[in-house]
């Protein structure tokens, strides 16, 4: 099993050696993170020297994300894929159409010089996910214990979801590009939040009560959910 940990909002991935003498830092091509340590070192020496080392990670991947949006931005051109509920679709250009965007159950159809493409994009997931995760969330809130009183989809920037005032939830609409268990689990913590505002143990525990397996689900969250981002949080 991988042993991480969560510091600053970032996820490390622990490595300890007995042939290692001191500890070290290494941030991937891909932004993931990994701490060596000698194989004696304790979590909390190793957690404090991490914390100590924050604002460089923080300006290492400042560098890596200033390189790769140019790289994972959608280009819009024929054989390109975009990830629905987990499931990954391709894209053809067409000339001619009545609407700049369609998807016609298997591939999205795309208008050649719809402009701006990714606003389209973003319409088609509004448009198509805001019922199934009204829907969702109705679902899932007899295993929260709690219930919204209405449920949003719409730019979020850089968040997943969030519990605003008089019990309404808001979804980032990019969130339905990941598989419906990862889903489940943002669906989940904002369910939860509706009874407990801060992530204090007692929110940690009732997300247990509901997703028994919700330390996972995060941990594969914070690591795998880019492989369905084709649109990115914003920062
Ligand atoms: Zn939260």
């Not at 989809?153 to 968040?159: D, I």
């Not at 919700?214 to 649109?231: H, I, M, P, W």
Request: net charge positive; hydrophobic share 40%; charged share 30%.
């Amino acid at each position: 099993m991988i042993k991480t940990l969560q510091i600053g909002g970032l996820s490390f991935e622990v490595r300890r050696s007995d042939r290692r003498k001191t500890l070290g830092l290494t941030v991937g091509r891909a932004g993931e993170l990994v701490a060596h340590a000698p194989a004696m070192t304790s979590t909390e020496e190793l957690s404090r020297w991490i914390n100590n080392k924050l604002l460089w990670v923080h300006g290492k991947l400042a560098l890596k994300e200033e390189a790769a949006p140019k790289m994972l931005a959608p280009e819009y051109v024929s054989g390109e894929s975009f990830c629905y509920l987990g499931r990954r679709f391709r894209l053809k250009m067409v000339e001619r159409q009545k609407e700049p965007l369609l998807f016609d159950g298997t591939r999205f159809l795309l208008l050649r010089g719809a402009c701006p493409a990714g606003d389209h994009f973003r319409n088609w997931y509004i448009q198509t996910g805001t019922d199934w995760l009204r829907r969702r969330t109705e679902r899932l809130s007899q295993l929260a214990g709690s219930h919204a009183s209405g449920v949003d989809v719409r730019e979020l920037g850089y968040r997943w979801g969030s519990c605003g005032r008089k019990g309404i939830l808001y979804f980032n609409w990019k969130i339905l590009q990941l598989p419906v268990r990862l889903v489940d689990y943002v669906v989940l913590h904002e369910l939860v939040h509706l009874r407990e505002r801060n992530h204090g143990l007692a929110f940690w525990e009732a997300l247990e009560r509901a997703l028994p397996d919700c330390q996972e689900r995060k941990k594969v969250l914070a690591e795998k959910a880019k492989e369905y981002l084709v649109f990115g949080l914003s920062v």
